[in-house]
């Protein structure tokens, strides 16, 4: 079992930076693929980017490509999300979810997933 709480999220101009931090508890979170997806009103809830458990293989959503880095820390059992050059799409909430397997895109595949952290980009 792994409980995941994520934190950092906030309202931001476009052009800003902000780093999400997800806290999990429980045991062998070296051994779980973490990842981000994100949710805006209206729309289905979508991947950004996941990181295997050694960190080895990282893959991202084309649209955050380039702007967005995916980092963990297995002393500390968390995962970031740095984001930067922030635009208003990028607004919706923010998960972060945990699977044994191997990194995947998909949600559906996803064990265990934090409450969500809200992000909204706007002048």
């Known amino acids: 079992q792994v409980q995941l709480v994520e934190s950092g999220g906030g309202l931001v101009q476009p052009g800003d930076s902000l780093r999400l931090s997800c806290a999990a508890s429980?045991?062998?979170?070296?051994?779980?693929?973490m990842a981000w997806f994100r949710q805006a009103p209206g729309k289905e809830r979508e991947f950004v980017a996941v990181?295997?458990?050694?960190?080895?293989?990282?893959y991202y959503a084309d649209s955050v490509k380039g702007r967005f880095t995916i980092s963990r820390d297995n002393a500390k059992n968390t995962v970031y999300l740095q984001m930067n050059s922030l635009r208003p799409e990028d607004t919706a909430v923010y998960y972060c979810?945990?699977?044994?397997?191997?990194?995947?895109?998909?949600?559906?595949?996803?064990?265990?997933w934090g409450q969500g952290t809200q992000v909204t980009v706007s002048s």
């Open positions: 979810a945990a699977d044994r397997g191997p990194p995947r895109t998909t949600p559906a595949v996803y064990a265990y």
């Open positions: 429980g045991r062998s979170f070296s051994s779980y693929a």
């Open positions: 990181i295997s458990w050694g960190a080895i293989n990282t």
